[in-house]
């Protein structure tokens, strides 16, 4: 049977700024097919797939429906060509049932009967084999009925070609299955379905052709039944580009911190981490390489006190054993209540308590640095808030994803910034600025922040600025542990180079650092080691130098086979 | 069918997007426009109601000089003016604090009234029978300690469960004006319709009665600026104010900071409350706090929770207010005159803020319209 | 009339007033705007109804014609400042707490304005009699159940018929949750809100012009509507946002607030003067004490809308 072209795409473009995200891409797509588009993050994948939906619009090139060429210019015109997307976030109403959110903003002269409705929601559901109580209302629902809502929702429209923007991200593997039947019965009912994607198994295991993106531009499509993941891999990642990013090779790394069977479930529920054990060592970068949202964040906030564990250790290390005790990084109260519990000892292995000193003489005494730890300081950071883990005495500094709603405070200006860890120094309630705007000063000099002057608020910076004093200031704090995750995400190359150089800095300095990245060019030459994540499970932890990407990207993508095991 | 529209159809007319920096000299000039504009509107809306007005056309001068008449005319209107300034102040810096943390505290006319209670309640049953000095501290106690009260209850909620404290502290006031009325029934004798003035427990005039409120109010302006940007108690307000997920992220324990803020703001409010009672009244009324608190937070909101701007923008309410009183009692008009006038005026002023904060494209301009879109992502 | 029914059917009478209020808060809540001016807007539809009946009181028209006429001057004048609040709060974006508080100062200053200027023998006196229909002229409270307390109970009944079983109604709940979702399936999120603004607020003027009308009847009337727009807010949240368990909320308000007259009348109930304060302070303890159990209890069908308060700007993220 000769098959009929439902979409075709022709030449493409789409520009961000001066970002090109998508580049005269041509793509064609067939009745009653499924194609997978397959890509790394930021390739383009979804930018594209929005054009057809209406989200965005092209800047040039043409989309053509059953031959003809058409324009589409919102949600709603796509729903009249019969396209649907259903997007990773839903759109949904969490107080309403199913059935009323699918009927939601659906035009009809009937009479509104939701009775009716119901009845309609349950004769798709049971025509393409989903499993759906129309009557449940959204907040009830799992991840995977929520997405089976908005398939729904979207055939309810009379969609014949449905676009999946990552449907399997969050679904378990039994529930990948069912989801992969309903798309089988659809394929066979004529009907068109892209399915964006980044794992291997998946595209192998249920589509028909495999369109391949690479740095916004159409690689190549191909017949699933004449490829291999390898041969797949190897066109998605592309061939290693030389960065020339300096790395020194690590001195007499020790571990500073050790994560052992961490696992989280999230607040609607879900294993988010599953058994993470790892060790970052100090002097030592460890690059975390995996899909995005496949628990990268969920993991550096655990670890920094944001979310609460359900099981695990989360060790600090500080190997302390007969070296002087510093003013450096715990306060007066910090060391007699250490010495109290006889942690310190002198010259000749006696204790020290401080017993009945002033603290001239104490401060003397520690200064002239004989005054000694008699243990290596080992520290439990789990079920600690990160004012706890502070009052430790322990110095983790981490560059969070989202700069602006949890980094910094956009309103404030650079100096308030500074101070959001510092602010507590200093005995009266008030704020000491002078300190911070020595500091905002200097990382606006050493790290060439453009901005006109300390007190601009940060809001108003550009996006490499603004990540310029986010990173300044968490190594302001002196760290001993510094987690960043995607640092260099939406910045431009030269922002980019001084965030690596502040990172092999650091590492150099000893400290333990954590990179969460996410272009495998910039993991493999940056890190040291790469742990390898996927579906919240560590799937592997390899050496940087030594390995490839077409390994790491087959480890992103790999299954956990343990995973398999639980369902 | 849709396959002949044209491309350009897709931008709409008008495209909105948010100003990423404010001019402040722009900012004020559209602020002034609107509270022209809004005049030249009182001035439409005075034809229609004032029949003087509408009789005698040539008298619109009078009607609006009298803006200046009602405060400045005679010493006793000018310290007046002052004095109502102090207290409508006093309430909208006490509101400031919870606001900046975005805590929605409408609560504070009865926050000032237990306040006001609070401090009478005090020299109802103390006055006369310890010495004056003490009666007035205790007084301030009482009020500070009732406003606080008052203030922490829909906070402690909001902090445990989330209650919206916008309806909460809403109802709060309603509570507080019928546990005034009933005190009264209590303290009144009966036959008798109001508690009249308390022969006790009334603050020295230093010159002027009014002077020492107003010192009193300049130095809590003064100090509360100093609080909320000098402080570390400020900042925390702030940081829980702009993002609650720095505020964890640093270490910042939110639900204190929101029952503390609470706290401060209700205890302030009471200080009004006993500005009220001691500085002006010696009594008490379900009527006492006089619709401040609600007013207060209109002056808190012009003044952007800058307590130093906070003075300008209560000195223009009453200015408004003082100006509307005079022409009602020239032009013979209902005393609910000036409400209407400083309703206007706020419509324009809420209107204007658009207009400074959201920049307006027209069809044609593309360029700017699509950075404005990068600039979001 | 036994003096228990009377003071029952004096209580739905009183409760009318807070039906219509609230029935319109509730209205333009579910579009997700708290409208602080329905105090203002309560009182500026009684103003409205009042001009016009104080133009036409004494012309000798048909008296439905007359009563017609009134409803529509209640509620053009409630339905303007409706207009002024959405323009100011969706198309301007202003804060909605500072623009309602601002719109009740207007309304209800605008109201003792105007009604210091009408003359209560014209507006008050005649019309009252046709409003009152069909019981009007009885002694006992059952006069006071006229045609706008019949209209009352329609609108409220009405309301949560459109709200919870029509799809302009299923469209209206949706905005005021979420209106990136309602935005995103092609519902227009700016005319919803304006329509159920200025709908809501129609609907609340009518309490105002039907208190004054139809239960005080009295010259100063006015003087004490504005508390009871504060009271129909709090309305809402007893009856959690649905407009047919306003009426079980007002009957309930209207008892506690015409209790401190009647009950003093029972001569087997021992009470002082100091009760009835406590009796009036009584809706408001409850409304807090139901917004803290729905808060905690955490129900999401008896949480106020998601987006209330919220100005929606749709490229903000």
Known sequence: MEKQLALQMRGITKSFGPVVANNHVDLDVYRGEILAVLGENGCGKTTLMNMIAGIYFPDEGQILIDGKEVVIRSPKDAFEHKIGMIHQHFKLVDLFTAAENVVLGTESKEKYNLKAVNAQVAQIAERYGFRLDPA???????????????????????????????????????????????????????????????????????????????????????????????????????????????????????????????????AEGIHVLKDISFTANGGEILGIAGIAGSGQKELLESISGLQPVESGKITFYNPKKDRPVSFFHKSMKQVRALAAKGAFHDRNLNDVTFHGMSNKAVRKWVQNGDVLFREDEVMNLRDKTPLEIRQLGVHLSFVPEDRLGMGLVGSMDITDNMMLRSYRKGKLGFLNRKKPKAQAEEIIRELEVSTPGVSTPVRRLSGGNVQKVLVGREIAYTPKVLMAAYPVRGLDINSSYTIYNLLNRQKENGVAVIYVGEDLDVLLELCDRIMVINGGAVTGIVDARTTTKEEIGLLMTKTDERKEEDA | MSTVKKNEVREPLIHLSKRTSVNPVRAWAIRIAAIVLGLIVCGLVAFLLIEKLNAHPEKIGDFYTAFIKGSFSTSRKFWKFLKNIAILLCVSLALTPAFRMRFWNIGGEGQTLVGVLGAIAVDFYLGGKIPEWLLLILMFIAALLTGAVWGVIPALFRAKWGTNETLFTLMMNYVATFLVSYFLVIWVPSGSSSLGKLKYGKLPSIGNDYLLIILI??????????????????????????????????????????????????????????????????????????????????????GKFNPLAMILTAALIQLLNQGAAQISQDFDVSGAFPNVIVGIILFFIIGSEFFINYEIHFRGHHGLAEAGKEAVK | MNIWLNFLIDSLAFGATFMYGSTGEILTEKAGHLNLGIPGIMCMGGAGGCLILNMIGKSGLPPFLIVILGILGSLILSMLCGLIYSFLTVTLRANQNVTGLALTTFGVGLMKVIMSKLDATVYLIGPKMMYR???????????????????????????????????????????????????????????YKYMATCIGSGIAGLGGFYYIIDYMVSQEAYLSLEAFGWLSIALVIFALWRPHLTIIGSFVFGFLFSCSSYITNISWIQVTMATKPLLKMLPYVVTIIVLVISSIRNKRENQPPASLGLSYFREER
């Not at chain 1, 192998?204 to 369109?211: F, K, L």
């Open chain 2, 217 to 302: 109010v300049v130095a809590l302006a003064v100090a509360l600026y100093i609080y909320l940007n000098y402080t570390k108690h400020g900042y925390e307000i702030n940081v829980v104010g702009e993002s609650v997920r720095t505020a964890q992220y640093v270490g910042i324990n939110e639900k204190k900071v929101i029952i503390r803020t609470m706290i401060l703001s209700g205890a302030l409010c009471g200080l009004a409350g006993y500005l009220i009672a001691a500085g002006l009244d010696q009594t008490v009324t379900t009527e006492s706090a006089g619709g401040q608190g609600f007013t207060g937070i209109m002056v808190a909101w012009l």
């Open chain 3, 133 to 191: 229909w069909p019981f009007a002229g009885r002694q006992d409270s059952l006069q006071c159940l006229g045609v706008l307390f019949f209209l009352a109970i329609i609108i409220v009944l009405l309301s949560s018929w459109v709200l919870f079983r029509t799809r302009v109604g299923l469209q209206l709940r949706a905005v005021g949750e979420n209106p990136a979702t309602a935005d995103a399936v092609g519902i227009n999120v700016t005319r």
């Open chain 1, 136 to 266: 449940k209302k959204i907040y009830d629902m799992s991840v995977s009925e929520k997405q089976t809502v908005e398939i729904i929702k979207v055939l309810y429209r009379g969609a014949d070609i449905l676009i999946l923007d990552e449907p399997t991200a969050v679904l378990t593997p039994q529930e990948i299955t069912r989801l992969f039947d309903v798309l089988r019965r659809m394929k066979e009912d004529g009907k068109s379905i892209i399915i964006i994607t980044h794992k291997l198994n998946e595209v192998m295991e249920v589509s028909d052709r495999v369109a391949i993106l690479r740095r916004g531009e159409h690689v190549a499509t191909v017949n699933t039944a004449e490829t291999s993941e390898a041969e797949l891999t190897e066109m998605m990642v592309g061939k290693k580009i030389d960065l020339n990013i300096h790395r020194s090779t690590p001195v007499n790394a020790i571990p500073r911190l050790v994560v052992e069977d961490l696992n989280l479930y999230n």
